[in-house]
């Protein structure tokens, strides 16, 4: 099932590179991602996943390359920046004060204001509109985050980050140490996010996550591109071997040693 | 087969709209009404969420006890007394709580608001200068001292801890160096200031009226909000509910006021704290300004990302922490009409530390509210004054007020351990 006409991606990057002293994070990396698409961002550790994602975000000013960001090329010099462009990144510490209740989390620096006062009338509903228009499943506003579960927290960072409307959501390893039920919840709602229009760019770890929901896969290795796959059109094989390097190692060896066996069986 | 016949299945907003939006999730209890409310706050206190509930009780044992001993712990001229003692480290409790609130601390307040007293006085009593340009002058000192602070902790990130304890020396000294060789500046009782802070009293017919007054400004603003909620489709306590709140409410300032009025009264000085409590309230839970202080005690990382303005926040919070114990150092001259070279020494720094933390503001950060500087100050001066009344010495007070917070602390503790079992962390 190939696609005839690739839609026009929302945020590409080309060329870029990023230098820490001696150490080359990022060489000439190609990577884009359309409106309404899930890209899953690959790599073993030190791979240069955070590196680039720091890029997208503005935390780091990259050495070279080319930004396009919804059509006009841009360079992003400020987390800020990147938001008001409408980049939103959540980061894998979600980044929620315990303290507060969900709404006082939703719209924390960005207060909705009735007669020089918070309007917590006006924040509470669009804080349950917001979380309807996800499914998400929060029995109440009025708790302190501390009191939600991991999915739920993730959830509320998720929302947060929709706010401003942004057109790329980064999610940093958002199924990280979450259950069997709460990951599922996790992954529904970057489906949903994808039904909203917004280009996604799914950071993780987990083979079986980036092969349930997302479109394509982007493969670093040692701070280059080692390709881009399609989901529909490749294995957690074939993407492990272009993580790891080699299509001969361990973890694939005792794939390969398995898969036979498994259709015998 | 009917499928092709039967009408649409209801639409999901027709029942969204019946049910106020915050009550659809079907995991959550139900509680309306007088009772509800009541049942609601029971599991609230059961599960740790235990507010201001210690403190009360305690004020209620403590002031039980010190009855038994000597009935004139709550006559009428004793209460007002009480009431004038508490309000100059109560004004610096105040501040203590904004610093505690972001988890940091102020360790010169006790310094602070003795150098603005003697800056007060020498200003007055022997540069004769007029007394509320002295007054303004004493509280710029302050706001100056903090704004020093607030650059130091953004600038090099040294512990506040540090700044302020190198601050307690250095303003103490600023304080010797002001009073210069007299050691005492006495303040002449005709002046405004020292009248207003042991003379002026409400007259009684007002203090009634603000008795009155309050109840019914909290009864028409909580209808405002609730209306506004329920013109949002969110749900809104029974009218009954909020009603008996505020009745409550009016007839504990009643039973105060009426109290006071037997001797005094009601002194201006007071009304003045408690509404600088009222309004600190009003800031810290109610505007961008407060939200940002909560958010910065609870993780700074997460506010700093959400675009705070944290270095802003900070200057501001060490600024007012300072110019709230100038402030209080001002009153505390008023009162005793005087400042020496011990003014704002000894247990000035520690009772206010201990009172924001006895009223229930954590040392963390966060967690609390401007009310426990008026709560924890009561149960300070209630207890000094009780001992002072039965004639124990100093040292047997120093030791209660030691070990009643301590209890306070564990208190807090034990109740954040529930919390946390309760979910409600």
Redesign the interface.
Known sequence: MSTTTTPAPVLSMTGVSKRFGAVQALKDIEFDVAAGEVVALVGDNGAGKSTLVKTIAGVYAPDGGEVVFDGNPVTITS??EA?NLGIATV?Q????????DVV?NLF????R?HA???D???M??ES??LL?ELSA????????V??LSGGQRQTVAIARSLLGEPKVVMLDEPTAALGVAQTAEVLNLVERLRERGLGVILISHNMSDVMAVADRVAVLRLGRNNGVYRVADTSSQEIIAAITGATTNAVTARAARRAPQEEQS | MTTSQTPPPAEPTDVADSVPADLQDERLIASQGVGGWASATWQRIKSGDLGSLPVVIGLVIIWAVFYGLNPAFISSRNLVNLTLQMVPIGTLAIGVVLVLLLGEIDLSIGSMSGLSGAILAVLFVNQGMSIWLAVVIALAAGAVVGLVYGLLFNRFGVPSFVITLAGLLALLGFQLRVLGTDGTVNIPFQSGLVQFASQLFLPEWLAYVVAVAVPVVYLLARLRTDQRRKAAGLSAPALTTVAVRAAIVAVLLLVVVSVLNRDRGLSYMVVLFVALVVVMDLLIRRTTWGRSVLAIGGNVEAARRAGINVKRIYLTVFTLCSTFAALGGIFAAARLASANQSSGGADTNLNAIAAAVIGGTSLFGGRGSAYSALLGILVIFSISNGLALLSVSADIRYIVTGAVLLLAVVIDSLSRRSRAAHGRA
């Open positions: 987390p800020s938001q980061f510490d979600l980044a929620l004060c315990d303290n507060l006082g924390l620096g960005n207060e204001k020089g006062a918070l917590e009338v006006t509470e509903k349950w509109r309807r499943k929060i029995p109440s506003v009025r708790i302190p501390a009191s």
